[in-house]
């Protein structure tokens, strides 16, 4: 399974933007994807997941409010809705499938990881 990101790019404090990443499988809907961030010198860190039929999401509470995760299994793509953004933003997204049909919070259970898209937020 090959997974390509896309959608980043550089904006204002307060600006949206919407990431995509687009799944090379046949089976897309049986798994569970997600969205992780590392920022400069820091660790990896779980932003979003969504389970395979999109039914189910959960957001790390320091984007509650303002990210959005979402899934359109007949395109083979999830989403990342990113509202109100601020510099702390600031990162590398990577787009993440798990085997796991529930979503998935834990990075260890990702097994397909994309190639990561900036997003960089100006003050």
């Known amino acids: 399974v090959q997974l390509q990101a896309s959608g980043g790019g550089l904006v204002q404090a307060g600006d949206s933007l919407r990431l995509s990443c687009a799944a090379s499988t046949l089976t897309f809907s049986s798994y569970s994807m997600g969205w992780f961030r590392q920022a400069p010198g820091k660790e990896r860190e779980f932003v979003a997941s969504i389970n395979w039929s999109g039914g189910d999401t959960y957001v790390a509470d320091s984007v509650k409010g303002r990210f959005a995760i979402s899934r359109d299994n007949a395109k083979n793509t999830v989403y990342l809705q990113m509202n109100s953004l601020k510099p702390e933003d600031t990162a590398v997204y990577y787009c993440?499938?798990?085997?796991?049909?529930?979503?998935?919070?834990?990075?260890?259970?990702?097994?397909?990881w994309g190639q990561g898209t900036q997003v960089t937020v100006s003050s």
């Open positions: 993440a499938g798990s085997h796991s049909r529930a979503l998935v919070t834990d990075t260890r259970r990702y097994r397909y």
